[in-house]
């Protein structure tokens, strides 16, 4: 309770304000006797409404920013991320202020483990207690990056923030009860003086203290879910391999694109960056050699060649205007004894977008249907990567009936003719028998001095899905460097263990 000097001093800081505290039951008084009391309460609701309406639309710009200032998933990952994500977001929609006051709560690193569990159960759901499976060096990675942005996402948003530590918090809390009873005894001297204008302002300051307190509890709670998101992201972005110890580009190219690029007739200069991986595929006469050397618009492709099952695959650099720096793969049919399915599985997970090349006129697409569902079935049990986008190439549509009639352009959304109904109900064909859609259906015509279609259309296609490839390849990079990085680590450990076992027997020696 207040003791002697307090009280004294209460008693000066009274006789230092009576004089302005009087002005208030004195003017009510004048306002009464002059006749202008209900003018002055009615101004009074009016601005106290106002006040209360600014108040409101402050509170909800308040919470627009700070819904703004929320950290996002990247749309770039892959599924298993997404999931990890989900688990994050729907934690940090149940978390509850109370729980976690920030003023005097040690336990607040216990939120954060708690979110980094949650990731780690998605990774590792086999593993009793996923968390064990960081490694130090990695946690302490996540700490720094999500605390790093956390200070600039506060400095931004919490006034003050940069100058309020949580001990300033504490002290002004010790004093919010000396000044609230202050506020109590002020509140009740008002009342006696002045009822009418006591009860409004009392009601207004319940509303103000509301409003003041909601926000308060907007920005706590923020406050808490962003502390899960940010711990949340970065523990996603490493246990997907997209965070790693080391610094340096994240797309560098790969050693096997490094040494595909050294058996590329057409490398002239190094490449800073990692090249688009394209796999072209189909059984053997498709046309795939034939794509290339139109694509290339130039022979490089031995078309019409026995294969030579000895021959490694055959990568070609192509670089044009609008496309990142890619390595075009030819492979032998694949219904060959030159691709076994083993060599197909292998190809296809380790390139970014996949040209397949069927004959319009060969109606037989069973076998194809079955590697292009094995090809599926591989990229969809691969949730930490993106499937690669697949373009199918329909050749030889020169040959269909009439196969005298060769006068493109061809309108196949409005096919007129026999020949252009013919194309079009082949790309329908193609479509349902490799269970592709309609869209990803390109007819080409790759004969020598008829080409057709593909510097156009199939180019356009091909652009238009760089932005899905490129997404497979950043994963694919990020996933070597995880791997040289682990190897790395690995190595360092074994050094030290080496180390500590040459040193054994001296230790155990006297
Ligand atoms: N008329 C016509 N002939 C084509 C077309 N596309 C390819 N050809 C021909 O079909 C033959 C085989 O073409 P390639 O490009 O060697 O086929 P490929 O798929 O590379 O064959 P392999 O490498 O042996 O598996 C060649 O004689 C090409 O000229 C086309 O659209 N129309
Ligand atoms: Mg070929």
């Known amino acids: ?193 002045n009822p009418a204008s006591a009860v409004l302002s009392e009601a207004w300051g319940g509303l103000r203290t509301k409003a003041f307190g909601a926000a308060w509890s907007d920005l706590h709670r923020w406050l808490l879910q962003e502390y899960i998101r940010k711990v949340g992201f970065y523990a996603i972005e490493l246990y997907s391999g997209r965070l790693v110890l080391t610094e340096g580009a994240p797309t560098a190219v790969t050693p096997a694109s490094r040494q595909d690029l050294e058996r590329t007739a057409t490398a002239t200069a190094d490449l800073a960056t990692e090249p688009l991986r394209i796999l072209v595929l189909g059984r053997a006469n498709a046309g795939k050699s034939s794509l290339i050397n139109a694509l290339f618009g130039q022979l490089i492709a031995p078309a019409d060649v026995l294969p030579d099952p000895a021959a490694p695959i055959a990568p070609y650099r192509l670089e044009r205007a609008g496309l990142t720096s890619a390595l075009v793969f030819d492979t032998p049919g694949c219904d060959t004894a030159g691709l076994t399915p083993k060599a197909v599985d292998r190809l296809a997970s380790s390139v970014d977008l996949v040209l397949w090349v069927t004959a319009a006129q060969r109606p037989d697409r069973q076998a194809e249907r079955e590697t292009l569902d094995r090809l599926r079935a591989l990229w969809a049990a691969r949730p930490d990567h993106h499937p690669p986008p697949l373009l199918v190439a329909v050749s030889h549509i020169d040959l269909l009936r009439p196969p005298r009639e060769w006068q493109p352009p061809y309108d196949l959304a409005n096919p007129q003719g026999s020949k252009a109904t013919n194309i079009r109900a082949a790309l329908e064909a193609v479509a349902q028998d490799l269970a592709v859609p309609l869209a990803d259906v390109i007819p080409v015509c790759l004969a020598e001095g008829r080409v057709y279609n593909v510097t156009d259309t199939l180019w356009a296609a091909l652009l238009e899905r760089q932005g899905a490839a490129d997404r497979v390849r950043l994963l694919r990079c990020l996933d070597e460097r995880k791997r040289a990085e682990d190897w790395a680590l690995l190595r360092q450990q074994l050094a030290g263990a080496g180390r500590f076992l040459a040193r054994l027997p001296g230790r155990l020696l006297p």
């Open 1 to 193: 309770m207040l003791n002697r000097t307090d009280r004294l001093r209460l008693l000066a800081l009274l006789l230092w304000t009576l004089p302005v505290a009087a002005l208030l039951p004195l003017g009510g008084l004048w306002l009464w006797r002059s006749g202008n009391l209900l003018w002055w309460l009615a101004a009074m609701v009016a601005c106290s409404a106002v006040g209360y309406g600014f108040q409101w639309w402050l509170r909800r710009r308040d919470r627009r920013l700070l819904a703004g200032a929320q950290t996002a998933p990247d749309p770039q990952w892959p599924p298993r991320s997404q999931a990890a994500w989900a688990a994050i977001e729907s934690m940090a929609q149940a978390v509850k202020p109370e729980d976690w006051p920030l003023t005097d709560n040690p336990r607040l690193p216990d939120l954060g483990r708690a979110a980094l569990e949650a990731v780690a159960r998605i990774y590792f759901p086999e593993v009793e207690r996923p968390l064990l499976e960081l490694t130090l060096p990695h946690l302490l990675l996540i700490i720094e990056r999500a605390a790093r942005d956390l200070r600039t996402e506060v400095a931004g948003q919490l006034p003050l923030s940069h100058r309020l530590t949580l001990g300033d918090l504490m002290r002004a809390y010790r004093w919010k009860a000396t000044a609230e009873r202050l506020l109590d005894l002020y509140r009740a001297g008002r009342l006696v003086f």
